[in-house]
Each structure stands twice: as structure tokens, then as C-alpha cells.
């Protein structure tokens, strides 16, 4: 990209602004730090940019379903997910002027230490040994504790049940599982994908589009038997077998090593980097999505999170890092192996039923214990009502769970009662098994998508004889063609242009293309006006055309112009565009 003179991000700023991409809400009583608004321009490349991600992550593939679930949600489902215990960041107050800091980004900006992941104790202990003061206004710190997250609601007016905004989609589609397993004919794999916005009352909003306490997550819970992982994937792993992704694994980094290292997808699976094929795959697939944005392969890295950083729930994350002029190595998107943990989290709090019935090919005899109640030695403990009501429970369990817990604990405890082995008659009995219940895994590749928006545009941001143009990827442009009069007026020729580059606009946006129509200004201006918010292609119908047919096309990477007949400008830009589905 070619840019002079100030800071690329404040130029994408001023831009973003002018031409109704984005600018920080509630401006005219002074804005809200983690909250921007987008215009016009802004919706249309967000919305591309999450279609480009359902195509690459739902709409082909055929175990791939699409869900949408509340915002609001009532507390115990965090309480479940571990959010409510978790889902926190370290803070800094000042005791003079109370100003509110996060403590990890501070302390890395004014002392340059990285205290990712310690304690609230360890961080107050570092900050008096090293003096740190409130930059605000030189105030010394009270000390150090962890501030949840989660924005609080409640569900019902005046007195209503505590609820939070959701941080994440997770939740909706772990609690969702068992219901949507049903309907896809109780198959494995499965994935849930649900787009759409979240919350996350962040201390410090920072960075921009990068740091925000609103916005919109893209994101697939992808279930599958641990199992059966590693055969599944070769059924699949074709389309990214041979895809390069650069990796820093948490082992360089422990050494102090940050250079990636490049792999295919097949060779993170082989040399066992990944702890699950699952992750290695949807790796590959967000490598591509992300190359396909218009950000070159060798900009892109997946840094591995040491044990430290990584969420309650994961076993082994995976950040996908896209380098910035302005930021440096940010975050785009998280690969996480979060195990069984909260579907057994979600099981265990709610009593239902989050197992699935992984079938034998062959049906397997086992030797399998089992546990009754012997109604004369349970007597000598207990009698009368008491005796009915411990029996009646007794028979209700399962004898293979009774036998179990007296093998664990060496009695089974009942209404407070320890009722020792002496009180049941033990059995082995053999049984046929056709199954067994097992809690499936899940890998889980979630992208933010005004993240996304920020890195596309400093990789698309050009400047051109002093004049911005956005080189947008054509499918993620807010429009696919501009439409131009070359001149407009009363006389005969100029209302004609006007009537043919109208009926041009129409017929175009009728057939599926997102058309724009300008007839202000000079031909020049509308030309630099459509280059800045990035449309691919403007048609112009000048005196030439009301005497063959013919439009001029002008490419906004090249400037270069040809001439094409009316009746064969859709095909022409369909080609050009690459927009199939309009074929």
C-alpha cells in the first residue's frame, strides 16, 4: 500500500468518518469509549464480510447449521459456563482521583512487564515495588482485584432475575445441542454457527475498532466424538491439506521465540501440534477465509496461548494474528479445543441430558456388577415409614449405580443414612451393549468481526496521485458497480444519458447487483468518490453511447477504461467480478 505523510489509522479515521463507514458514537455529548456507530458504507462491507464468512464456514458444508439465540441471558447459564468465576480482567483504581485502569495493559505500557494471567495479589505487590503511579494525575493505587465482564441486567421490571448481556454465542448453542442434535438425525460431526452482536463491559477501551463493548462475533461450536476425530478429518481434510499456516507454538514461545513457523495443515496434525484434528482443520479454513479478505499469507500467524492465557474452558487455543502498521500483531479470531466441559457443565446444573449414543459396529458382552437392596439387613438400621421411603428410593437407582458407589465409597448414603455393603446382594451379571453415552467434544473457531473490518481496510487503504481508493476484494466492496451519466441537463443528449444510465442502474440492481447511482459533480469527482469506498467498476454513459450502445468501464485498481456493449455489461462485470451466482 502506498500512503505519506500522517499515520495510516488516522487516515482510515478521517475517511471512515467523511464517507460513512465509522465514527465513535454518541459524539454530540462527548462519545463512549468501546462504542462506534457505522454508516451507510460501514453496514454493507461488514455484511459482505460476514457473508463471505458464512460461505467459507456454513453454507458449504453440509454439517453446518445456523442458529440465532438470545442476547439476554439469565444468570445460570454463566454460572454454568464458568463465565460468572472466570470472565475477568485485573484492575488499578486510584485513590486520589479514582480513575480506573486495566491493569495488564498499564503496567505492559509504563513498565514494559507482562503480567498476563497473574494474581490480583502478585500485580499490587509488583506495582509498589516499582512505584507505579496514576499517570492521570500521579495518585497511588489502591490495591489490585479482578472486575467482571459481564454486563448485568435483569429479566422483569423493578425485582427481576439477575441476567447478563452475553460475551460470546457459545452458550446459546451448547444449550441448544441436544435439541438441535435431534434434529439433524442425532449425527456427528455437527457444527452450530451463529452470527451477531455481544457485549463485554470492557475496564479500558482502547485501539479503536479493536477493543470494543459492543459488537458483533462470528462464531462455530463444532461437535464431534474424540474418538472418531482423526478419521473424520482425512474424509475432509482435502480442500485444506495443503494449506500453509505460519505457527508460533507455545513451546518457542516459553524458549522466546516469535518468528512463526510455516506448516501445512496435514503436518500440524502429523506432528501432533494440534491436540485434536478438528482444530488443525478449521485453521486451515480460517487461513483461507482470512487470505480471501485481501491480507497477504505472510501477514497472518496463529500463536498458540500459553497455559496462563487460556480460558477456563480450553485445552489448547490458538490466536489467528493479523500484522498492523498502527497496532502491530492483533487478534482477528480464536481456535479453542474446549474439550466436554460445557456440555458436562450445562449437564451437570440443569439435570438434562447432554450425552450422545456413540453405537457399537458389533454388540459387546460385558461382566457388570450389580447392587439390590436386601430388605432384612437394611431393617437392623432403620424401620417403620422410614424403612418404606429408603427402599422405595433404593429401587429407583440404577443396581450397576449402586454397586458403583459402594466400590467407591464403600457404602451408599441415602437421606443422611450409610447403608455398608452388607445391605445388597451383589451380582455380576453379563450384559450385551449395543453403545455407550459419551459427552462429545468441541472445537470452537470464532472471528470478530470489526476486527476483521479494520485490518481490510489498512490492507486495502492506497493513495493515488493524492487521492484515496480502497482496492477492496470486489465481494467484500459495499457496491459491485457505480453508475454514471457523463453529463446531466436539459438539453436532448444530457437527458437522454440520464434515462439510458438509469435504466442501466435498474436493470443491473434488478439482476442482483449492489448498484450506485451519481450524477453529481464532475465525472472526475464521482470517479474519486466511488474509489474511496472502494467500488470495483464504474460504468459511464457518455455521447458514444447514444450512437452504438456502447458504455465505458473504468477499473478503479488500473484507472484503465473499455468500452462495452449495454447488452453485454452484466456478463462482463459477472466475469470480472467473479459473482457466480449471478450467472
Known sequence: MSVSGRGLYDKIVDLAKRRGIFWVSF???GGVA????????GVLIKRNIMNQWLKYFVYSRENIIEVETPIVNPRVVFRAS????HFTDPVLVCSKCG???????????????NVEGWSPGEITKLVREKGLKCPECGGEFESAFNALLLFTTQIGPYKGETAYLKPEHAQGMFINFPHLFKIMRSTLPLGIAQVGRVARNEISPRQGLLRLREFNIMEVEFFFDPAEAEREVYEVIGEVEDEKVRVVTAEERIKGVEEPIEYTVKELIEKRIVKTPWLAYWMGIGNKYVKSMGIPGDKIRFLEKLTHERAHYSAQTFDQEVYTERFGWIEVAGYAYRTSYDVERHAELSGADFTVFKRFKEPVVV??????????????????DKLKELLQSLYQRKPEEVARELREKGFVELAGIKLPSSCFYLKTEEVKLHGEKIYPHVVEPSFGLERLLYVILEYSYMEREDKVVLRLPPYLAPYHVAVFPLMTGKKPEHVKMVEVARSIYRNLVGRGFRALYDEEGSIGRRYARSDEIGIPFAVTVDHQTLDDNTVTVRDRDTTMQVRVKINELEKYLVEKIGLEFLI
Open 34 to 41: 468501546g462504542f462506534y456507530d457505522f454508516g451507510p458504507i
Open 367 to 384: 461382566k457388570e456388577e450389580k447392587a439390590y437392596p436386601n430388605p432384612g439387613e437394611i431393617s437392623k438400621i432403620i424401620s417403620g
Open 27 to 29: 459524539e454530540i455529548y
Open 99 to 113: 480513575r480506573v485502569y486495566r491493569a495488564d495493559h498499564l503496567i505492559k505500557d509504563v513498565i514494559g512487564v
Open 82 to 85: 464458568g463465565h460468572e468465576e
